[in-house]
Protein backbone atom coordinates (compact mmCIF):
# COMPACT_ATOMS: atom_id res chain seq x y z
CA UNK A 1 0.00 0.00 0.00
CA UNK A 2 1.28 3.48 -0.35
CA UNK A 3 1.41 6.12 2.74
CA UNK A 4 -1.06 8.74 1.46
CA UNK A 5 0.24 10.38 4.41
CA UNK A 6 3.81 11.25 3.68
CA UNK A 7 4.28 14.74 3.74
CA UNK A 8 5.77 14.81 0.22
CA UNK A 9 1.77 13.93 -0.87
CA UNK A 10 0.64 17.21 0.79
CA UNK A 11 -0.70 18.84 -1.95
CA UNK A 12 -2.26 15.94 -3.17
CA UNK A 13 -4.32 15.19 0.04
CA UNK A 14 -5.46 18.76 -0.36
CA UNK A 15 -6.79 18.31 -3.91
CA UNK A 16 -8.06 14.88 -3.49
CA UNK A 17 -10.37 16.46 -0.28
CA UNK A 18 -11.65 19.31 -2.76
CA UNK A 19 -12.14 17.00 -5.91
CA UNK A 20 -14.11 14.53 -3.56
CA UNK A 21 -16.02 17.43 -1.84
CA UNK A 22 -17.03 18.97 -5.21
CA UNK A 23 -20.42 18.41 -6.98
CA UNK A 24 -19.98 16.41 -10.52
CA UNK A 25 -20.37 18.11 -13.71
CA UNK A 26 -22.05 15.49 -14.79
CA UNK A 27 -24.14 12.85 -13.36
CA UNK A 28 -23.17 9.76 -11.95
CA UNK A 29 -19.45 10.66 -12.56
CA UNK A 30 -18.07 10.76 -8.83
CA UNK A 31 -15.19 13.90 -8.83
CA UNK A 32 -12.17 12.09 -7.43
CA UNK A 33 -8.23 12.64 -7.98
CA UNK A 34 -5.40 9.88 -8.59
CA UNK A 35 -1.93 9.53 -8.21
CA UNK A 36 -0.61 8.56 -11.60
CA UNK A 37 2.89 7.25 -13.25
CA UNK A 38 6.16 6.50 -11.95
CA UNK A 39 5.21 7.70 -8.24
CA UNK A 40 2.93 4.54 -7.95
CA UNK A 41 5.23 2.17 -9.21
CA UNK A 42 7.52 3.36 -7.46
CA UNK A 43 6.03 3.78 -4.20
CA UNK A 44 4.05 0.10 -4.60
CA UNK A 45 8.07 -1.47 -5.50
CA UNK A 46 9.45 0.34 -2.24
CA UNK A 47 11.52 2.70 -4.23
CA UNK A 48 12.68 6.33 -3.61
CA UNK A 49 10.10 8.47 -5.38
CA UNK A 50 9.88 11.48 -7.44
CA UNK A 51 7.58 14.29 -7.29
CA UNK A 52 3.66 13.28 -7.92
CA UNK A 53 1.38 13.34 -10.75
CA UNK A 54 -2.17 13.66 -10.45
CA UNK A 55 -5.49 12.88 -12.48
CA UNK A 56 -8.39 14.39 -11.77
CA UNK A 57 -11.52 12.75 -13.06
CA UNK A 58 -15.30 14.09 -13.53
CA UNK A 59 -14.36 17.75 -13.62
CA UNK A 60 -14.10 19.96 -16.23
CA UNK A 61 -11.06 22.10 -16.43
CA UNK A 62 -12.34 25.79 -15.74
CA UNK A 63 -13.74 23.75 -12.68
CA UNK A 64 -10.37 22.24 -12.00
CA UNK A 65 -8.43 25.59 -12.79
CA UNK A 66 -10.70 27.25 -10.55
CA UNK A 67 -10.23 24.42 -7.52
CA UNK A 68 -6.57 25.22 -7.67
CA UNK A 69 -6.79 28.73 -7.73
CA UNK A 70 -8.42 28.30 -4.47
CA UNK A 71 -6.26 25.53 -2.88
CA UNK A 72 -2.63 27.54 -3.93
CA UNK A 73 -3.21 31.25 -4.54
CA UNK A 74 -0.09 32.24 -6.41
CA UNK A 75 1.40 28.57 -6.64
CA UNK A 76 -0.23 27.62 -9.89
CA UNK A 77 1.04 27.58 -13.36
CA UNK A 78 -1.06 27.62 -16.31
CA UNK A 79 1.12 27.52 -19.02
CA UNK A 80 -0.52 23.76 -20.41
CA UNK A 81 -4.24 24.31 -19.59
CA UNK A 82 -4.75 23.85 -23.62
CA UNK A 83 -4.09 20.56 -22.65
CA UNK A 84 -5.31 19.83 -19.51
CA UNK A 85 -2.61 20.38 -17.63
CA UNK A 86 -1.81 22.26 -14.58
CA UNK A 87 1.52 22.89 -12.53
CA UNK A 88 1.47 23.71 -8.44
CA UNK A 89 4.36 24.19 -6.74
CA UNK A 90 3.49 22.36 -3.24
CA UNK A 91 4.74 22.46 0.55
CA UNK A 92 8.59 20.57 0.67
CA UNK A 93 9.74 21.83 -2.42
CA UNK A 94 7.83 19.14 -4.97
CA UNK A 95 6.14 19.86 -7.89
CA UNK A 96 3.04 18.35 -8.56
CA UNK A 97 1.53 17.85 -12.29
CA UNK A 98 -2.50 18.21 -12.02
CA UNK A 99 -3.76 16.84 -15.00
CA UNK A 100 -7.02 15.75 -16.94
CA UNK A 101 -7.56 12.49 -18.39
CA UNK A 102 -7.16 12.84 -21.95
CA UNK A 103 -6.77 11.06 -25.65
CA UNK A 104 -4.01 11.09 -27.72
CA UNK A 105 -3.85 10.79 -32.00
CA UNK A 106 -1.32 10.18 -34.19
CA UNK A 107 -0.91 12.90 -36.64
CA UNK A 108 3.03 13.36 -37.67
CA UNK A 109 6.13 11.38 -37.10
CA UNK A 110 7.99 11.93 -33.96
CA UNK A 111 7.54 11.79 -30.37
CA UNK A 112 5.53 15.13 -30.49
CA UNK A 113 3.28 14.43 -33.40
CA UNK A 114 0.46 13.89 -31.21
CA UNK A 115 -2.92 15.68 -31.16
CA UNK A 116 -3.48 15.75 -27.17
CA UNK A 117 -7.44 16.19 -25.98
CA UNK A 118 -8.31 16.61 -22.52
CA UNK A 119 -11.54 14.55 -21.25
CA UNK A 120 -12.66 14.58 -17.54
CA UNK A 121 -14.99 11.92 -18.34
CA UNK A 122 -13.09 9.30 -19.46
CA UNK A 123 -13.45 5.68 -17.88
CA UNK A 124 -9.80 5.24 -16.18
CA UNK A 125 -9.27 2.12 -18.31
CA UNK A 126 -9.65 3.77 -21.48
CA UNK A 127 -7.44 6.85 -20.26
CA UNK A 128 -4.75 4.78 -18.84
CA UNK A 129 -4.40 3.24 -22.49
CA UNK A 130 -2.37 5.83 -23.84
CA UNK A 131 0.44 4.84 -21.42
CA UNK A 132 3.33 2.84 -22.47
CA UNK A 133 4.16 0.03 -20.07
CA UNK A 134 1.29 -1.51 -17.71
CA UNK A 135 3.66 -0.71 -14.65
CA UNK A 136 3.69 2.94 -15.30
CA UNK A 137 -0.57 2.46 -15.90
CA UNK A 138 -1.56 1.55 -12.37
CA UNK A 139 -3.26 4.66 -10.06
CA UNK A 140 -4.26 5.51 -6.21
CA UNK A 141 -7.33 6.98 -5.43
CA UNK A 142 -5.97 9.53 -3.23
CA UNK A 143 -8.65 9.78 -0.81
CA UNK A 144 -9.27 5.80 -0.71
CA UNK A 145 -5.96 4.43 -1.13
CA UNK A 146 -7.35 1.84 -3.96
CA UNK A 147 -5.23 0.58 -6.28
CA UNK A 148 -6.67 0.78 -10.20
CA UNK A 149 -4.83 -1.46 -12.03
CA UNK A 150 -6.68 -1.69 -15.87
CA UNK A 151 -3.97 -3.80 -17.81
CA UNK A 152 -2.35 -6.06 -15.19
CA UNK A 153 0.32 -3.40 -13.89
CA UNK A 154 0.62 -5.30 -10.21
CA UNK A 155 1.40 -8.71 -11.53
CA UNK A 156 4.20 -7.28 -13.90
CA UNK A 157 5.56 -5.50 -11.28
CA UNK A 158 5.79 -8.53 -9.23
CA UNK A 159 7.16 -10.38 -12.18
CA UNK A 160 9.91 -7.35 -12.73
CA UNK A 161 8.64 -7.54 -16.42
CA UNK A 162 8.54 -3.95 -18.53
CA UNK A 163 5.20 -4.97 -21.09
CA UNK A 164 3.27 -2.39 -23.28
CA UNK A 165 0.06 -1.28 -22.53
CA UNK A 166 -1.71 -0.93 -26.13
CA UNK A 167 -0.03 -2.74 -28.84
CA UNK A 168 -1.11 -0.76 -31.25
CA UNK A 169 -0.61 2.84 -29.76
CA UNK A 170 2.88 1.74 -28.10
CA UNK A 171 4.91 2.26 -31.63
CA UNK A 172 3.74 5.63 -32.57
CA UNK A 173 6.09 7.16 -29.91
CA UNK A 174 9.46 6.18 -31.01
CA UNK A 175 10.76 8.13 -27.91
CA UNK A 176 9.38 4.77 -26.02
CA UNK A 177 12.74 2.71 -27.38
CA UNK A 178 14.89 4.84 -25.24
CA UNK A 179 12.19 4.68 -22.05
CA UNK A 180 12.53 1.33 -22.03
CA UNK A 181 16.30 1.10 -22.09
CA UNK A 182 16.37 3.56 -19.62
CA UNK A 183 13.54 1.91 -17.45
CA UNK A 184 14.77 -1.93 -17.78
CA UNK A 185 18.17 -0.36 -15.99
CA UNK A 186 16.82 1.74 -13.37
CA UNK A 187 14.21 -1.18 -12.38
CA UNK A 188 16.16 -3.94 -13.49
CA UNK A 189 13.50 -5.54 -14.85
CA UNK A 190 12.86 -7.45 -18.39
CA UNK A 191 11.54 -6.87 -21.41
CA UNK A 192 8.31 -8.92 -22.13
CA UNK A 193 9.17 -10.50 -26.00
CA UNK A 194 6.35 -8.82 -27.25
CA UNK A 195 7.52 -5.79 -25.87
CA UNK A 196 10.77 -6.81 -27.31
CA UNK A 197 9.53 -7.27 -31.10
CA UNK A 198 7.00 -4.50 -30.55
CA UNK A 199 10.69 -1.96 -30.37
CA UNK A 200 13.08 -4.11 -32.76
CA UNK A 201 10.19 -3.15 -35.38
CA UNK A 202 9.96 0.42 -34.31
CA UNK A 203 14.25 0.42 -34.58
CA UNK A 204 14.36 -1.09 -37.84
CA UNK A 205 11.39 1.34 -39.25
CA UNK A 206 13.39 4.32 -38.45
CA UNK A 207 11.19 5.79 -36.15
CA UNK A 208 14.15 6.96 -33.81
CA UNK A 209 15.79 9.36 -36.57
CA UNK A 210 12.72 11.15 -35.80
CA UNK A 211 13.69 11.80 -32.48
CA UNK A 212 14.91 15.33 -31.00
CA UNK A 213 18.97 15.34 -29.60
CA UNK A 214 17.06 16.86 -26.14
CA UNK A 215 14.39 13.91 -25.94
CA UNK A 216 17.21 11.50 -26.62
CA UNK A 217 19.58 13.39 -24.03
CA UNK A 218 17.10 13.27 -21.47
CA UNK A 219 16.38 9.22 -21.67
CA UNK A 220 20.14 8.58 -21.55
CA UNK A 221 20.57 11.05 -18.50
CA UNK A 222 18.01 8.60 -16.59
CA UNK A 223 19.45 5.67 -18.02
CA UNK A 224 23.10 6.51 -17.22
CA UNK A 225 22.82 8.66 -13.54
CA UNK A 226 19.41 6.84 -12.30
CA UNK A 227 20.44 3.17 -12.89
CA UNK A 228 22.71 1.47 -10.53
CA UNK A 229 23.67 -1.14 -13.49
CA UNK A 230 23.45 0.99 -16.81
CA UNK A 231 24.64 -2.20 -18.64
CA UNK A 232 21.12 -3.92 -18.45
CA UNK A 233 19.93 -1.45 -20.72
CA UNK A 234 22.59 -0.82 -23.06
CA UNK A 235 22.35 -4.41 -23.95
CA UNK A 236 18.95 -4.37 -24.08
CA UNK A 237 19.71 -1.28 -26.41
CA UNK A 238 22.28 -3.35 -28.70
CA UNK A 239 19.59 -6.41 -28.81
CA UNK A 240 17.18 -4.16 -30.80
CA UNK A 241 18.72 -2.88 -32.76
CA UNK A 242 18.91 1.14 -31.08
CA UNK A 243 22.63 1.38 -30.74
CA UNK A 244 23.67 0.18 -34.06
CA UNK A 245 20.44 2.74 -36.00
CA UNK A 246 21.85 5.82 -33.49
CA UNK A 247 25.00 5.38 -32.11
CA UNK A 248 26.86 2.74 -34.75
CA UNK A 249 30.39 4.15 -33.20
CA UNK A 250 29.77 1.77 -29.93
CA UNK A 251 28.03 -0.74 -31.67
CA UNK A 252 31.24 -1.83 -33.99
CA UNK A 253 32.80 -1.84 -30.36
CA UNK A 254 31.14 -5.61 -30.31
CA UNK A 255 33.18 -7.25 -32.75
CA UNK A 256 36.12 -5.58 -31.84
CA UNK A 257 38.33 -8.04 -29.54
CA UNK A 258 40.90 -7.41 -26.42
CA UNK A 259 44.04 -8.74 -25.70
CA UNK A 260 42.73 -11.88 -23.22
CA UNK A 261 45.57 -11.68 -20.68
CA UNK A 262 44.61 -8.16 -19.92
CA UNK A 263 40.94 -8.39 -20.96
CA UNK A 264 39.46 -12.30 -20.08
CA UNK A 265 35.86 -10.55 -20.26
CA UNK A 266 35.90 -10.47 -24.06
CA UNK A 267 34.98 -7.76 -26.64
CA UNK A 268 35.33 -3.63 -26.26
CA UNK A 269 31.81 -3.98 -25.64
CA UNK A 270 31.61 -6.17 -22.96
CA UNK A 271 34.50 -4.23 -21.62
CA UNK A 272 33.14 -1.02 -21.62
CA UNK A 273 29.67 -2.52 -20.06
CA UNK A 274 32.01 -3.22 -17.54
CA UNK A 275 33.45 -0.34 -16.77
CA UNK A 276 30.08 1.95 -17.09
CA UNK A 277 28.88 -0.10 -13.94
CA UNK A 278 32.28 0.05 -11.90
CA UNK A 279 31.90 4.02 -12.69
CA UNK A 280 28.25 3.93 -11.60
CA UNK A 281 29.29 2.60 -8.43
CA UNK A 282 32.21 4.87 -7.84
CA UNK A 283 29.94 7.70 -8.50
CA UNK A 284 27.43 6.78 -5.58
CA UNK A 285 30.67 5.81 -3.49
CA UNK A 286 30.69 8.88 -2.62
CA UNK A 287 28.44 11.90 -4.22
CA UNK A 288 30.00 14.86 -2.62
CA UNK A 289 33.36 14.36 -4.30
CA UNK A 290 32.16 14.54 -7.93
CA UNK A 291 28.88 17.16 -8.35
CA UNK A 292 26.57 15.81 -10.75
CA UNK A 293 27.66 16.95 -14.47
CA UNK A 294 31.33 15.83 -13.17
CA UNK A 295 29.51 12.56 -12.52
CA UNK A 296 28.08 12.40 -15.84
CA UNK A 297 30.93 13.47 -17.42
CA UNK A 298 32.96 10.05 -16.08
CA UNK A 299 29.74 7.65 -16.83
CA UNK A 300 29.42 9.51 -20.10
CA UNK A 301 33.60 9.03 -20.41
CA UNK A 302 33.54 5.66 -18.93
CA UNK A 303 30.74 4.64 -21.78
CA UNK A 304 33.12 6.39 -24.83
CA UNK A 305 36.85 5.79 -23.48
CA UNK A 306 37.77 2.90 -25.58
CA UNK A 307 35.78 3.86 -28.89
CA UNK A 308 39.27 4.54 -30.71
CA UNK A 309 39.55 0.75 -30.46
CA UNK A 310 37.49 0.51 -33.24
CA UNK A 311 39.82 1.66 -35.85
CA UNK A 312 43.34 0.78 -33.82
CA UNK A 313 42.44 -2.88 -32.96
CA UNK A 314 45.27 -4.98 -34.64
CA UNK A 315 47.89 -8.39 -34.06
CA UNK A 316 51.65 -7.30 -33.00
CA UNK A 317 54.35 -10.29 -32.10
CA UNK A 318 55.62 -9.20 -28.58
CA UNK A 319 57.94 -11.41 -26.45
CA UNK A 320 57.09 -13.73 -29.15
CA UNK A 321 53.58 -14.30 -29.15
CA UNK A 322 50.76 -12.85 -31.13
CA UNK A 323 48.70 -10.23 -28.99
CA UNK A 324 46.05 -7.82 -29.13
CA UNK A 325 46.93 -4.35 -29.41
CA UNK A 326 45.20 -0.80 -29.96
CA UNK A 327 48.02 1.36 -30.05
CA UNK A 328 47.35 4.90 -29.91
CA UNK A 329 43.42 4.25 -29.25
CA UNK A 330 43.12 7.03 -27.07
CA UNK A 331 44.03 10.11 -29.09
CA UNK A 332 42.41 8.03 -32.15
CA UNK A 333 39.12 7.96 -29.48
CA UNK A 334 38.83 11.84 -29.72
CA UNK A 335 36.97 12.04 -33.14
CA UNK A 336 34.80 9.48 -32.52
CA UNK A 337 34.06 10.73 -28.84
CA UNK A 338 33.06 14.07 -30.31
CA UNK A 339 30.44 12.76 -33.17
CA UNK A 340 28.59 10.94 -30.18
CA UNK A 341 28.48 14.07 -28.07
CA UNK A 342 27.38 16.08 -30.96
CA UNK A 343 24.34 13.73 -31.00
CA UNK A 344 23.41 14.28 -27.01
CA UNK A 345 23.14 17.39 -25.48
CA UNK A 346 24.73 17.34 -22.23
CA UNK A 347 26.76 20.40 -22.46
CA UNK A 348 30.22 21.47 -23.03
CA UNK A 349 31.46 21.01 -19.51
CA UNK A 350 30.38 17.56 -19.51
CA UNK A 351 32.10 16.65 -23.11
CA UNK A 352 34.99 18.49 -22.07
CA UNK A 353 35.30 15.95 -18.97
CA UNK A 354 34.53 13.22 -21.10
CA UNK A 355 37.49 14.56 -23.80
CA UNK A 356 40.14 14.45 -21.19
CA UNK A 357 38.50 10.90 -20.36
CA UNK A 358 39.21 9.55 -23.60
CA UNK A 359 42.51 10.88 -24.22
CA UNK A 360 43.86 10.52 -20.99
CA UNK A 361 42.25 7.79 -18.80
CA UNK A 362 45.43 4.86 -19.57
CA UNK A 363 48.00 7.87 -17.89
CA UNK A 364 47.17 7.35 -14.03
CA UNK A 365 48.07 3.80 -14.67
CA UNK A 366 50.95 4.47 -17.52
CA UNK A 367 53.16 6.92 -14.84
CA UNK A 368 52.32 4.31 -11.96
CA UNK A 369 53.77 1.23 -13.89
CA UNK A 370 56.78 3.62 -15.02
CA UNK A 371 57.54 4.70 -11.31
CA UNK A 372 57.35 1.24 -10.14
CA UNK A 373 60.03 -0.09 -12.92
CA UNK A 374 62.42 2.76 -11.66
CA UNK A 375 61.88 4.89 -15.37
CA UNK A 376 60.24 7.57 -12.77
CA UNK A 377 61.91 8.91 -9.69
CA UNK A 378 59.68 11.03 -7.16
CA UNK A 379 60.46 14.01 -8.41
CA UNK A 380 60.18 13.31 -12.18
CA UNK A 381 56.57 10.99 -11.30
CA UNK A 382 55.43 14.63 -9.40
CA UNK A 383 56.38 16.53 -12.32
CA UNK A 384 54.55 14.37 -14.79
CA UNK A 385 51.29 14.44 -12.60
CA UNK A 386 51.49 17.76 -12.48
CA UNK A 387 51.42 17.99 -16.26
CA UNK A 388 48.66 15.76 -16.75
CA UNK A 389 46.60 17.80 -14.10
CA UNK A 390 47.80 20.98 -16.17
CA UNK A 391 46.88 19.23 -19.27
CA UNK A 392 43.37 18.55 -18.43
CA UNK A 393 42.21 21.41 -16.74
CA UNK A 394 39.57 23.13 -16.07
CA UNK A 395 38.66 19.38 -15.97
CA UNK A 396 39.49 18.55 -12.13
CA UNK A 397 41.59 15.26 -11.47
CA UNK A 398 39.21 13.75 -9.65
CA UNK A 399 36.98 12.77 -12.97
CA UNK A 400 39.87 11.47 -14.54
CA UNK A 401 41.16 9.26 -11.58
CA UNK A 402 37.41 7.90 -10.69
CA UNK A 403 37.07 7.29 -14.64
CA UNK A 404 40.36 5.31 -14.95
CA UNK A 405 39.61 3.27 -11.78
CA UNK A 406 36.08 2.33 -13.46
CA UNK A 407 38.65 0.99 -16.46
CA UNK A 408 41.00 -0.29 -14.10
CA UNK A 409 38.22 -2.43 -12.33
CA UNK A 410 36.06 -3.15 -15.42
CA UNK A 411 37.88 -6.40 -16.46
CA UNK A 412 37.07 -9.75 -15.89
CA UNK A 413 40.34 -10.69 -13.94
CA UNK A 414 39.73 -12.70 -10.47
CA UNK A 415 39.75 -10.60 -7.03
CA UNK A 416 40.34 -6.90 -9.11
CA UNK A 417 37.08 -5.86 -6.89
CA UNK A 418 38.68 -6.32 -4.00
CA UNK A 419 42.10 -4.54 -4.79
CA UNK A 420 43.12 -1.26 -3.83
CA UNK A 421 43.53 1.41 -6.80
CA UNK A 422 47.24 1.66 -6.16
CA UNK A 423 47.85 4.25 -9.86
CA UNK A 424 44.99 6.13 -8.32
CA UNK A 425 45.86 6.32 -4.79
CA UNK A 426 49.82 7.40 -5.41
CA UNK A 427 48.38 10.04 -8.30
CA UNK A 428 46.15 12.18 -5.83
CA UNK A 429 48.96 11.81 -3.08
CA UNK A 430 51.41 13.49 -5.75
CA UNK A 431 48.66 16.12 -6.29
CA UNK A 432 47.48 16.93 -3.11
CA UNK A 433 51.02 16.74 -1.74
CA UNK A 434 52.40 19.33 -4.75
CA UNK A 435 49.66 21.71 -4.56
CA UNK A 436 48.79 20.97 -8.23
CA UNK A 437 45.09 20.90 -7.74
CA UNK A 438 45.13 24.52 -6.30
CA UNK A 439 46.41 26.25 -9.43
CA UNK A 440 47.47 23.40 -12.26
CA UNK A 441 47.51 26.14 -15.08
CA UNK A 442 48.95 29.10 -13.20
CA UNK A 443 52.97 29.52 -15.27
CA UNK A 444 55.94 30.36 -12.81
CA UNK A 445 56.26 33.39 -14.55
CA UNK A 446 54.26 35.54 -15.24
CA UNK A 447 54.05 38.94 -18.26
CA UNK A 448 55.19 41.67 -15.81
CA UNK A 449 58.17 39.71 -14.69
CA UNK A 450 59.41 39.43 -18.28
CA UNK A 451 58.38 43.08 -18.94
CA UNK A 452 60.50 43.71 -15.76
CA UNK A 453 63.95 42.87 -17.89
CA UNK A 454 63.24 45.19 -20.56
CA UNK A 455 61.70 42.76 -23.20
CA UNK A 456 58.73 44.99 -24.68
CA UNK A 457 55.20 44.41 -24.81
CA UNK A 458 54.40 41.76 -27.62
CA UNK A 459 54.50 38.08 -29.30
CA UNK A 460 58.08 37.80 -27.69
CA UNK A 461 56.99 37.78 -23.99
CA UNK A 462 54.75 35.01 -24.66
CA UNK A 463 57.38 32.86 -26.49
CA UNK A 464 59.23 33.05 -23.10
CA UNK A 465 56.57 32.22 -20.95
CA UNK A 466 55.92 29.52 -23.01
CA UNK A 467 60.08 28.39 -22.91
CA UNK A 468 59.86 28.40 -19.35
CA UNK A 469 56.68 26.19 -18.94
CA UNK A 470 58.80 24.03 -21.25
CA UNK A 471 61.68 23.66 -19.53
CA UNK A 472 59.20 22.97 -16.27
CA UNK A 473 57.37 20.27 -17.96
CA UNK A 474 60.80 18.72 -19.02
CA UNK A 475 61.83 18.81 -15.34
CA UNK A 476 64.70 21.31 -15.78
CA UNK A 477 62.89 23.70 -12.99
CA UNK A 478 60.37 23.31 -10.63
CA UNK A 479 59.85 26.75 -8.76
CA UNK A 480 59.57 30.42 -9.40
CA UNK A 481 63.42 31.18 -8.20
CA UNK A 482 64.62 28.80 -10.90
CA UNK A 483 62.00 29.93 -13.55
CA UNK A 484 63.29 33.30 -12.92
CA UNK A 485 67.03 32.51 -13.08
CA UNK A 486 65.99 30.37 -16.44
CA UNK A 487 64.31 33.66 -17.82
CA UNK A 488 67.09 36.29 -17.19
CA UNK A 489 69.24 34.06 -19.58
CA UNK A 490 66.86 33.72 -21.72
CA UNK A 491 66.51 37.80 -22.04
CA UNK A 492 70.38 37.72 -21.70
CA UNK A 493 70.79 35.77 -24.53
CA UNK A 494 68.62 37.28 -26.87
CA UNK A 495 71.14 40.33 -26.84
Known amino acids: MIDL ?12 RAVAASPPDRAGVVPRALLVGGYVRDALLGRPRGDADVEVYGLAAPRVEELLHREFPGRLHTVGRSFG ?16 PRTESKIAPGHTGFAVSGDPFLPFEQASRRRDFTVNALAVDAVTGEVLDAHGGRQDLDARRLRR ?32 SLLERMV ?21 TAAPRPSIGLAL ?38 VLDEAAAIVRRDPAALPDGESLAVLVGALLHDVGKATTTTHAVKDGRTRVVSPRHEA ?44 LDDRSYANAVRKAVKRIHPVRWPVLLAACEADWRGRGLPGIDAMPFEAGRRFAAAVVSGGFDRAPAAPLVLGRDVLALGVPAGPEVG ?33
Open 463 to 495: RLIAAIEDARDRGEIEDREAALTRLKRLVDDRG
Open 237 to 274: ALRIGAIAASFPELAVLETTPQDPEWHPEGNVWVHTLM
Open 165 to 196: VDPASFPEDPLRVWRAVQLAARLEFEVDPETT
Open 332 to 375: EGEAPALSLLDRWTFGDDVARGVLAIVRWHLLPGSLFYARERGE
Open 204 to 224: AGGELSHLSRERVTEEWRKLL
Open 5 to 16: QDPSLDAVRRIA
Open 85 to 100: VFKVHGDHGHELDVSL
